[in-house]
C-alpha cells in the first residue's frame, strides 16, 4: 500500500506568514493528490483535487503543487480562519482506494 | 445543493456490529460521477478511510486493514448508503464521516458533519 507522510506534524505560525506543507507519496501517485482543512470538531473541507485545481469557493490565497512523489500545499497570506488541521489525501485511480497523510496542524505562533 | 447525514447508535458494545446510514437530501446518490464512502476519525487522532461504494451497488472498495469486517451497501430508493463494521473493539471508537468522491478528481468534496460512535459495555 502507498504511504502518504506529511511534514511538519505542527507548524506555528503567524498571520500574514506564508505556510507551506509538504506531503510525501512511498511511490509515485502521478497527481492523484488532495488537500484538505479541518478544524475541531468539524468534517474536513475540500480544498484542492489533482494536486493543484483549487475547488470552487476556496480563496485564492491556498495554493497546490507537485507531481511523482512530493507534494506541498501553500498558503500565501496566512489568515485567522486558517489556523486548522491540514491532511493531504491520495486517491488511487486505477484501484480505488484513499489514503490521507497524518496530518499537519498550523498553529498560532 | 447535496448535504449528507450521518445516522445510528451512539454506543455500540464491544463484538457487536456498527451499522450506520448516511442520507443524501438536495440531490441523487445515483450519478455515475460520484463514489459515496465512510470515513474515520478516532479522538484526537487523523482520517482513515474505511471504504467506498459506486451508486449502483456494483463496485465496492475497502480499506485493506478493515476489509475482513466493512460491509458497504447502497439503497438508491432510499438516497441512501450504509455502513456495517463487525467485531467491534475500542479501537473502532471515532467520529464516522460519510461523504462524495468525484471519480474525476478523487477527493471528497461532499462531507457529513460526523456521527460519533463509542465502543463500550
Known amino acids: 500500500d502507498i504511504q502518504m507522510t506529511q511534514s511538519p506534524s505542527t507548524l506555528s505560525a503567524s498571520v500574514g506568514d506564508r505556510v507551506t506543507i509538504t506531503c510525501r507519496a512511498s511511490?509515485?501517485?502521478?497527481?492523484?493528490l488532495a488537500w484538505y482543512q479541518q478544524k475541531p470538531g468539524k468534517a474536513p473541507k475540500f480544498l484542492i483535487y489533482k494536486a493543484s485545481s483549487l475547488e470552487s469557493g476556496v480563496p485564492s490565497r491556498f495554493s497546490g503543487s507537485g507531481s511523482g512523489t512530493e507534494f506541498t500545499l501553500t498558503i500565501s497570506s496566512l489568515q485567522p480562519d486558517d489556523f486548522a488541521t491540514y491532511y493531504c489525501?491520495?486517491?488511487?485511480?486505477?484501484?480505488?482506494?484513499?489514503?490521507f497523510g497524518q496530518g499537519t496542524k498550523v498553529e498560532i505562533k | 445543493q447535496l448535504q449528507l447525514q450521518e445516522s445510528g447508535p451512539g454506543l455500540v458494545k464491544p463484538s457487536e456490529t456498527l451499522s450506520l446510514t448516511c442520507t443524501a437530501s438536495g440531490g441523487s446518490i445515483s450519478s455515475s460521477s460520484y463514489y459515496w464512502g465512510w470515513t474515520r476519525q478516532p479522538p484526537g487522532k487523523g482520517l482513515e478511510w474505511i471504504g467506498s461504494i459506486y451508486f449502483t451497488g456494483s463496485s465496492t472498495y475497502y480499506n485493506s486493514s478493515l476489509k475482513s469486517r466493512v460491509t458497504i451497501s447502497v439503497d438508491t430508493s432510499k438516497n441512501q448508503f450504509s455502513l456495517r463494521l463487525s467485531s467491534v473493539t475500542a479501537t473502532d471508537t471515532a467520529v464516522y464521516y460519510c461523504?462524495?468522491?468525484?471519480?474525476?478528481?478523487?477527493?471528497?468534496?461532499?462531507w457529513g458533519q460526523g456521527t460519533m460512535v463509542t465502543v463500550s459495555s
Open positions: 511511490q509515485s501517485i502521478s497527481s492523484w
Open positions: 489525501q491520495h486517491y488511487n485511480s486505477f484501484s480505488p482506494n484513499w489514503t
Open positions: 461523504g462524495r468522491a468525484t471519480i474525476s478528481g478523487g477527493g471528497f468534496d461532499i
